[in-house]
């Protein structure tokens, strides 16, 4: 079952090949600015421009949700929190409104099954109130999933339209490392003792909770582990599911998307079994410190820019690493090339046998 989903064609690989021949022609010895130029590439190839644009309208969207399973110990925090943090992010004073300004990028939250009533503003793609506790019972319906994941296509047609040229997936909702941990360790093969972190930062007693919460979820959806939304339905979530077809539907309309933290991957995972190919329009923005994290990346092959062990969420990872990405655009789009600043390429190597070594220890 695929939703409507198909398989999403990759960024321009002729555009990619441009962008590496001008990267061979900048002011710079080939391949010294690393992972920047790579970086620069891949955007140009996504915006089939080359030199590429800097992003204009770089959009965060936090998908926030409740899960059931919160009420079972496997987070340091009250579900309460949830709604609480959705009129933070509406007030400005989260940590993604502070990096969002930092990187030039404009937040948006959206209710997608918060345990409480929200600002109407947020709360017009409501799926439902928190999703069920995964470890004994299914998170959502059929309909739910086949509603959020419409959901979520729906908002990332609504960013796409308005112009966002970057998108950022962000989540919020106490409890939802849980079965975003049990997704990916289902699709990756890791065994629950390997692939649970401490989320919000639980503590020993805790983390032991999480980790038979997470056992018995992925027992109870070993029978659907081959398709991809029946995982959502048993073990995820609406949140997860929503941001699922986000990703997947930025990668349709030509989007390139940074991915955050384990939330966000966990989806990415899922996205990429629904709409294969469209990873190819994500790069991970960091590394966090959840372990599951790390599979989802093996998994996906996709190498993240920082490693500075975060495991906030909201968006705040990849937020974190935009200003690394508009440093590739710019490198790529604004240097000079050799021809252009009128200054001399390397010297082609002499095929003049009898001309002295210099020996570069002196």
């Known amino acids: 079952m695929s939703e409507g989903f198909a398989p999403v064609a990759p960024p321009d690989a002729g555009v990619r090949a441009a962008a590496e021949q001008r990267q061979a022609s900048l002011t710079k010895p080939p391949g010294s600015l690393g992972r920047l130029e790579e970086l620069g590439n891949w955007v140009a190839a996504c915006q089939g421009l080359c030199p590429p644009r800097q992003f204009e309208r770089a959009r965060v969207v936090v998908f926030a949700g409740d899960h059931g399973v919160a009420a079972h110990g496997v987070s340091a925090f009250p579900t309460e929190v949830t709604a609480q943090m959705v009129a933070n992010f509406q007030a400005g004073g989260a940590a993604v409104n502070a990096l969002a300004r930092v990187a030039d990028a ?3 939250v959206v209710d997608i099954a918060v345990a409480a009533d929200t600002d109407p503003a947020v709360s017009a793609h409501k799926i ?8 004994r019972a299914d998170a959502l319906t059929s309909a739910e999933v086949a509603a959020a994941l419409a959901a979520g296509r729906a908002v990332a047609d609504e960013e796409i339209d308005a112009g966002a040229d970057l998108l950022i997936a962000g989540d919020m909702g106490i409890g939802n490392t849980t079965p975003a941990t049990v997704l990916i360790a289902t699709l990756t093969g890791t065994e629950p003792v390997k692939a649970v972190g401490r989320g919000t930062g639980v503590d020993d007693h805790g983390w032991m909770r999480k980790v038979a919460a997470v056992r018995d979820a992925m027992w109870r959806v070993r029978p659907v582990a081959r398709d991809g939304i029946e995982l959502l339905r048993v073990a995820g979530g609406a949140d997860i599911a929503a941001m699922t077809g986000f990703l997947a539907q930025a990668a349709a309309r030509r989007t390139p998307v940074l991915l955050d933290g384990v939330i966000v991957t966990a989806a990415a995972l899922v996205a990429e079994d629904l709409a294969a190919g469209a990873s190819a329009w994500w790069v ?17 092959k996709l190498d993240p820019i920082l490693g500075l062990d975060m495991r906030l969420g909201e968006g705040s990872g990849a937020l974190t690493a935009l200003p690394v990405l508009r440093s590739a655009v710019a490198v790529l789009a604004e240097m000079a090339t050799f021809a252009d600043a009128g200054v001399s390429t390397a010297a082609a190597p002499t095929e003049d046998a009898d001309s002295p070594a210099i020996d570069m220890r002196k």
């Open 128 to 135: 439902r109130r928190s999703s069920g506790a995964i470890d």
């Open 284 to 300: 991970a923005a960091h590394r966090s410190t959840e372990p599951a994290h790390t599979a989802a990346l093996t998994k996906l």
């Open 106 to 108: 404009t937040v948006r």
